[in-house]
């Protein structure tokens, strides 16, 4: 099948679904086209089976914002039109599932008849989606799109309960190449580079918005260390790193704290931490907790949106309450404190996160998109 990929292509857990989703379908003989205004992070491979159009907005001096979504669906029907695509999928409802309903009505004067599938993400619903700027194009994108789905029951639900949806919500997971991350010693993973060998290693990875609660990070990590000899990795960068750094030089832990801005080495870093932390206001699924487990780190998260269909509590990690800095703590150190306990939370991770091996999960869009195509 050809397929048109709509999706950001930034380090947000949508851009990074959405290009290993295309990534998977080429290699199971699909041809995927990425639609986007820049190279998404993760795609490093280009081939005959992957292509990238890129979304072009020009300056000019009459537009206050620049047209992006005008630009996307004209790229969209040319993309449709030059390479006999057969199904639009598009990632994060604003504003990809707006231009894609647009690029198909344009198409359809033109007597091309072409599916649309819309895949929710989280903020899209929960917070940008919902203000009133944005909440009447994002209910008709939803009601307009062939087929919908979202990453998690959780954010189904928060659909339901804030648009008035007309549409059935599949939900497919967000998945992980389990494969891709054998089991590995510490001594694969050069741990000693970055911690001794009596020290913890908790990570923490995120954009470093305002919804993922960094601080509580901080505070989480300054009370473990009272108790555990250990590191902090704060990996991300975002409009909240600067507050994360005061708070760390205010309670004097600078020298147990590393910020180490955005990474393209994620699963190096995950490698080697012990725990995970993840305190977010809201969160769809938490593809971040997923990475943690898959490379055998328990996560320690609030008990919000998806984050309990990823996480399972007392095996994987604990949930706590958001904003419960001092459950988060304990329950840290119990687990970081004992290194019997710790080894059996890292084995319980890694086998709660094969439940969304990618094998099991990519076929269930591929048959969405056979029923899209009997639809359309
Ligand atoms: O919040 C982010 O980190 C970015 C955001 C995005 O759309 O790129 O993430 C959302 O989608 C991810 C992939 O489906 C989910 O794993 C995240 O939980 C979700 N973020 C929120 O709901 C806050």
């Known amino acids: 099948?050809?397929?048109?990929?709509?999706?950001?292509?930034?380090?947000?857990?949508?851009?990074?679904?959405?290009?290993?989703?295309?990534?998977?379908?080429?290699?199971?003989g699909h041809e995927v086209h990425f639609v986007t205004y820049k190279q998404p992070v993760r795609l490093e491979t280009i081939s005959s089976h992957i292509r990238f159009h890129e979304v072009n907005v020009p300056e000019y001096p009459l537009f206050h914002y620049q047209p992006y979504e005008l630009a996307l669906s004209s790229k969209l029907v040319n993309v449709v039109k030059n390479y006999g695509i057969e199904l639009l999928?598009?990632?994060?409802?604003?504003?990809?599932?707006?231009?894609?309903?647009m690029a198909k009505k344009m198409?359809?004067?033109?007597?091309?008849?072409?599916?649309?599938?819309?895949?929710l993400h989280g903020t899209d619903i929960t917070l940008v989606g919902n203000h009133p700027f944005y909440k009447p194009a994002v209910t008709f994108s939803i009601n307009?799109?062939?087929?919908?789905?979202?990453?998690?029951?959780?954010?189904?639900?928060?659909?339901?309960?804030?648009?008035?949806?007309?549409?059935?919500?599949?939900?497919?997971?967000?998945?992980?190449d389990v494969s891709k991350f054998q089991q590995k010693t510490f001594t694969d993973c050069q741990r000693e580079?970055?911690?001794?060998?009596?020290?913890?290693?908790?990570?923490?990875?995120?954009?470093?918005?305002?919804?993922?609660?960094?601080?509580?990070?901080?505070?989480?990590?300054?009370?473990?260390?009272?108790k555990v000899k250990a590191r902090l990795m704060m990996v991300g960068e975002g409009p909240e790193r600067e507050s994360a750094e005061k708070l760390v030089r205010e309670l004097d832990i600078r020298d147990?704290?590393?910020?180490?801005?955005?990474?393209?080495?994620?699963?190096?870093?995950?490698?080697?931490?012990?725990?995970?932390?993840?305190?977010?206001?809201?969160?769809?699924?938490?593809?971040?907790?997923?990475?943690?487990?898959?490379?055998s780190v328990p996560v320690i998260s609030s008990n919000t949106g998806?984050?309990?269909?990823?996480?399972?509590?007392?095996?994987?990690?604990?949930?706590?309450?958001?904003?419960?800095?001092?459950?988060?703590?304990?329950?840290?150190?119990?687990?970081?404190?004992?290194?019997?306990?710790?080894?059996?939370?890292?084995?319980?991770?890694?086998?709660?996160?094969?439940?969304?091996?990618?094998?099991?999960i990519v076929p269930m869009y591929e048959d969405l998109y056979e029923k899209a195509l009997v639809k359309a």
Do not use: W
């Open 144 to 176: 307009n799109s062939d087929i919908v789905t979202s990453v998690s029951k959780s954010l189904k639900e928060d659909t339901l309960k804030f648009f008035e949806v007309r549409k059935e919500i599949e939900v497919i997971p967000n998945f992980i």
């Open 89 to 101: 999928h598009v990632h994060y409802a604003i504003p990809h599932a707006y231009a894609g309903y």
């Open 107 to 119: 198409l359809e004067e033109e007597g091309i008849s072409i599916p649309m599938v819309t895949t």
């Open 306 to 360: 998806g984050l309990p269909e990823v996480n399972i509590d007392k095996f994987s990690g604990y949930l706590h309450d958001v904003g419960d800095v001092e459950a988060m703590s304990k329950s840290a150190i119990s687990i970081l404190e004992d290194q019997e306990v710790l080894v059996k939370f890292k084995r319980q991770a890694r086998e709660a996160a094969e439940r969304f091996d990618i094998n099991e």
């Open 1 to 28: 099948m050809k397929i048109a990929i709509v999706c950001y292509p930034t380090f947000g857990g949508s851009g990074v679904v959405a290009t290993e989703l295309g990534l998977a379908l080429s290699k199971r």
């Open 193 to 226: 580079l970055m911690a001794h060998d009596d020290e913890k290693i908790i990570t923490h990875v995120s954009n470093f918005r305002k919804v993922k609660r960094v601080e509580d990070v901080v505070n989480i990590f300054f009370e473990i260390q009272k």
């Open 256 to 295: 147990r704290v590393l910020f180490l801005g955005q990474s393209n080495e994620i699963d190096k870093i995950l490698c080697f931490s012990d725990l995970f932390l993840l305190p977010s206001e809201t969160e769809s699924f938490g593809l971040a907790a997923l990475e943690a487990m898959v490379h």
